[in-house]
């Protein structure tokens, strides 16, 4: 059996700071909340005592700062980054405030993405290809444990592909989901958007 944590980055902005919608095209630092957040991550890995086979991580640096405190934590090194765990381009809406986005796409465009990840118009997602990634991780041979540090708009399609929806799709920072890939195949859902304490 094949286990899979997909987890999302810390923090990108302090709790002082107004929430924005930040995507492929913004490539920031983890905040001190979010090394923390990747920290208790990386400390709740080694403890479980878990052997992991692969390390991966989106090629946003957000992304890859989280990968590498994991990494520091478990003695496993990181194992390079997957473009098809890159976030989605938010288009228009990249870089402006929640409220901004809301106002401009409406409350059921939101939720759609968020329960469905039916992407709003003018957001840039290929959802086809990202779908097809995803199931051709999930049919790779082998045992083990993969972590894969990715984002939001990434990690909410891996459900979608293993056909495992759920009343949210999303990820919070710091958050992961695991999934198990049977011997026959079948993916199943272990847990979804939990944080270490």
């Known amino acids: 059996m094949r286990r899979l944590f997909i987890?999302?980055?810390?923090?990108?902005?302090a709790s002082s700071a107004d929430a924005r919608r930040v995507g492929a095209r913004t490539d920031i630092p983890l905040?001190?909340?979010?090394?923390?957040q990747a920290d208790r991550?990386?400390?709740?890995?080694?403890?479980?005592?878990?052997?992991?086979?692969?390390?991966l991580s989106s090629p946003l640096l957000r992304a890859r700062e989280t990968a590498a405190r994991i990494a520091a934590a478990t003695g496993h090194a990181t194992d390079g980054v997957r473009d098809w765990l890159g976030e989605i381009d938010h288009g228009p809406d990249e870089g402006r405030p929640e409220a901004d986005v809301l106002a401009r796409i409406g409350a059921?465009?939101?939720a759609d993405w968020d329960e469905r990840g039916i992407a709003p118009d003018g957001w840039i997602v290929d959802a086809d290809?990202?779908?097809?990634?995803?199931?051709?991780?999930?049919?790779?041979?082998?045992?083990?444990t993969d972590l894969l540090v990715t984002s939001n708009g990434a990690a909410r399609f891996a459900l979608i592909a293993a056909g495992l929806p759920l009343g949210s799709l999303k990820?919070?920072?710091?958050?992961?989901?695991?999934?198990?890939?049977?011997?026959?195949?079948?993916?199943?859902?272990?847990?979804?958007?939990?944080?270490p304490a």
């Open 171 to 195: 990820l919070r920072t710091g958050a992961f989901g695991e999934l198990a890939v049977e011997p026959s195949g079948a993916i199943r859902l272990v847990r979804w958007d939990e944080r």
């Open 31 to 36: 905040v001190d909340s979010g090394q923390a």
């Open 129 to 144: 290809a990202r779908i097809a990634a995803w199931r051709d991780f999930f049919a790779e041979p082998g045992q083990g």
């Open 7 to 13: 987890i999302r980055h810390g923090n990108t902005f």
């Open 41 to 55: 991550l990386g400390a709740w890995f080694a403890a479980q005592g878990i052997a992991i086979h692969r390390l």
């Open 108 to 110: 059921q465009a939101l």
